[in-house]
């Protein structure tokens, strides 16, 4: 009955993998004028970012005035450090967009003077699709539940009835989600 429960868990992954996991572009702070040294504690962009579930697929658009400022990707000792001088990556321009092509946390950093060492910084964490979609996997079905009891004696009666629960499983678990 595992195998049938991993079937099922596989074909509620795909199924949400094509629904729901539609990639977006999230404006960074939510307003055009986010990317800037954050006035309080309570402003900054990390406290806005543990609003979001960021998944991969998921851009950051960045908006500021490429005269004035930049975005650095940044390694964590570099983000901790506020070191601008090789970042992974530069953005420069308004509106640059920034992929979120892996699970894990990715650090930016302000390439104005001074302005990391000020707060203006952002740890974006990006979670992964397995441990995102745990929660969500379905309750056992009562098809798998009577599967022992329709399973017997002979092992090809055994293997038919759990095949059938498999199939009935897998149309249980599309239906539900
Ligand atoms: C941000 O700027 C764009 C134009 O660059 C504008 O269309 C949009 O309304 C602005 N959004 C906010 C929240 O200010
Ligand atoms: C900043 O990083 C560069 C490259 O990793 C390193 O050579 C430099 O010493 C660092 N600067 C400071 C102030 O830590």
Not at 84 to 101: C, F, G, Q, R
Request: glycine share 8%; charged share 20%.
């Amino acid at each position: 009955m595992a195998f049938s429960r991993a079937l099922i868990s596989s074909l509620v992954l795909i199924f949400l993998l094509f629904s729901l996991s539609e990639a977006r572009d999230i404006l960074v702070g939510g307003k055009n004028d986010s990317w800037k040294i954050p006035a309080s504690e309570s402003e900054s962009l990390n406290r806005w970012a543990e609003g979001y579930r960021f998944q991969i697929g998921d851009s950051l658009v960045w908006k500021f005035d490429p005269q004035t400022d930049s975005v650095l990707l940044v390694t964590k000792k570099e983000y901790v450090t506020c070191n601008t001088t090789s970042p992974i990556a530069e953005y420069k321009e308004d509106n640059s967009k920034v992929k979120l092509d892996r699970s894990g946390p990715f650090y930016f950093i302000s390439g104005a003077q001074g302005h990391c060492d000020k707060g203006q910084k952002l740890t974006v964490v990006v979670v992964s699709e397995r441990r995102g979609y745990m929660g969500l996997s379905p309750a056992p079905s009562p098809m798998e539940n009577e599967g022992p009891a329709m399973a017997p004696t002979s092992s090809a009666s055994g293997l038919k009835a759990g095949m059938m629960v498999m199939i009935l499983g897998s149309l249980f678990g599309m239906v539900l989600f």
